[in-house]
């Protein structure tokens, strides 16, 4: 079984846990042009190698940040949401 | 004993036979190079030498001929779609399919099984009518049967699942299995034969581009430049785009499937059920080929889980349940390039030299010879044609997607 550390509930067996994708920016969808928002809408970087994810601890519904090596399948940290500040977000 | 060991073994009147040839040495300029030496480059390389004399090819292969997806799907060949767009695509593949053994002179122990897919609920049983006859309308052969009629086809089965009973199943004459080492080794053999080249252990490094257009192309045994450029390279689809500036919509996760040890042949057709997530056939070798569990969540890498594989087996075995004894002989998986609308990407990039062969997802072996018709065909003319005409890249910023979302079992 694989383990997550969630900054909540601590090491729990990954199957507790859902994907939401990589953390990035967001756009404005009233300025975007057509192609922008299609863009944004489909396209992803499906990079090899270390991203930023939303995940969810879906018992407890606590919503989180991990880094995560997509080549390696290793979890490399998982942190709270800071209150303020950027999370790190990518194009 | 020995000795007609040495004589036959060293005599030059018995040459050993080098069907794929050596890799040659790089040559600086290729009218077509192909990345990706998998079913769909060499099934490319083969229609552009065979169809349209285009010879001066290499094929770019970083591993070796048909290790990746080509050697990890579950070789199920089908056309039971439910766009028309994709039916009469996969539907020409499927022909090409049945005479490929032929075609190619070599043989594909191409096997005609026919496909049961398998209905829980209302939802599905009107999802698979409309697939039956959306096929029909296309003139393939479909059909809907009943429990008894289902009962009739595969006696083994378990109709009656705790909480969720088969209600109706899609039947699917035509469909087959293969062998798909054979598919590939076919096509690339006779590829070489007309002149392509192909280059095993040669893995593209980068991509130069200038004026809308890729120039040079670096990989680990020098550089070389190409007239067109062609990947085929699946579930790294988005890796290879990203060295020429391009991103996709593709996300790549790892699809799982096992067999297990051999027993007598029981199964004739292939059984899949979308509720289950699984989907069963009997190889040749007596084999039971369970498919196929996406993972949770992108990954490049194929390795295997105790909990997929699991599911796997308890779906397999609600199905048929006195598998339960059975062991797992092989298991792996293979890294898919998703689209969001499960259908291909085919055709020309935003680049005027560089075109897409991607993905192909969780169906593309059933493509191979299909895709390498129509984009050498693509290639040649210069001109797409129309029957795939309706999976460029440019449809998703034009919302005219392809769904075929419905239309298999291994992910939802």
């Not at chain 1, 992803?44 to 879906?58: D, K, L």
């Not at chain 2, 378990?158 to 088969?166: A, F, Q, R, S, V």
């Not at chain 2, 990989?219 to 991103?247: E, H, I, P």
């Not at chain 2, 210069?382 to 919302?399: A, G, K, Q, T, Y």
Request: net charge neutral; aromatic share 10%; proline share 5%.
């Amino acid at each position: 079984m694989k383990i997550m550390t969630c900054p909540l509930n601590g090491p729990r067996n990954i199957t507790e846990f859902q994907c939401h994708g990589e953390v990035h920016q967001h756009i404005d969808p009233t300025s975007a042009s057509d192609k922008e928002w299609s863009d944004y809408l489909w396209m992803s970087n499906n990079t090899a190698g270390v991203v930023r994810e939303w995940w969810c601890h879906t018992p407890s519904n606590f919503w989180f940040l991990a880094e995560r090596n997509t080549v390696t399948d290793e979890i490399l940290a998982t942190f709270a949401v800071p209150a303020d500040g950027p999370l790190g977000e990518v194009r | 004993m020995v000795f007609a060991l040495l004589k036959y073994g060293i005599s030059k009147r018995y040459p050993a036979r080098q069907e794929v040839p050596l890799t040659p040495d790089l040559k600086a300029h290729y009218d077509v190079v192909i990345i990706g030496g998998g079913g769909h480059g060499a099934s490319l390389a083969y229609h552009l030498a065979k169809h349209h004399n285009i010879r001066n090819v290499a094929i770019l292969e970083k591993g070796y001929l048909g290790g990746g997806n080509t050697a990890r799907n579950t070789t199920v060949i089908r056309s039971n779609y439910t766009d028309q767009r994709s039916i009469k695509f996969y539907a020409k593949s499927l022909r090409l399919y049945e005479s490929l053994s032929n075609e190619l002179d070599y043989n594909m122990m191409y096997s005609r099984r026919g496909q049961l897919t398998l209905s829980h609920s209302d939802g599905v049983s009107r999802s698979l009518r409309l697939r039956a006859d959306a096929g029909v309308f296309c003139g393939e052969a479909n059909e809907i049967l009943d429990r008894k009629q289902i009962k009739d086809l595969v006696p083994s089965l378990n109709l009656d699942i705790k909480g969720m009973p088969i209600l109706s199943g899609l039947w699917h004459r035509n469909a087959a299995i293969a062998r798909h080492d054979a598919v590939v080794w076919g096509y690339a053999i006779r590829a070489c034969e007309r002149g392509v080249e192909l280059h095993q252990r040669t893995e593209v490094l980068g991509m130069e581009v200038a004026n809308n257009k890729v120039t040079r192309i670096r990989t680990n045994r020098g550089d070389l430049s190409a007239g067109v450029v062609v990947q085929c390279v699946a579930g790294y689809s988005s890796v290879v785009a990203k060295m020429v500036g391009l991103k996709l919509p593709i996300r790549s996760y790892p699809l799982q499937a096992m067999v297990t040890h051999p027993i007598k042949p029981f199964l004739d057709p292939m059984v899949s059920s979308t509720a289950l997530h699984c989907y069963i056939s009997q190889s040749a070798r007596g084999e039971l080929v369970i498919g196929g569990g996406s993972d949770p969540y992108e990954l490049y890498n194929t390795r295997s889980t105790l909990e997929l594989k699991e599911g796997l087996a308890a779906s397999a075995v609600e199905l048929f349940p006195f598998i339960g004894e059975l062991k797992v002989l092989r298991q792996w998986a293979g890294i898919t390039d998703m689209t969001p609308d499960y259908s291909p990407i085919m055709g020309q990039s935003p680049l005027s030299n560089y075109w897409l062969d991607a993905g192909w997802g969780t169906w593309g072996f059933k493509a191979t010879p299909a895709s390498g018709f129509f984009l050498a065909k693509a290639i040649a003319d210069n001109r797409v044609p129309e029957e795939i005409r309706p999976f460029p890249l440019d449809r998703f910023e034009r919302f005219d997607l392809v769904n075929e979302m419905g239309a298999t079992a291994a992910s939802h």
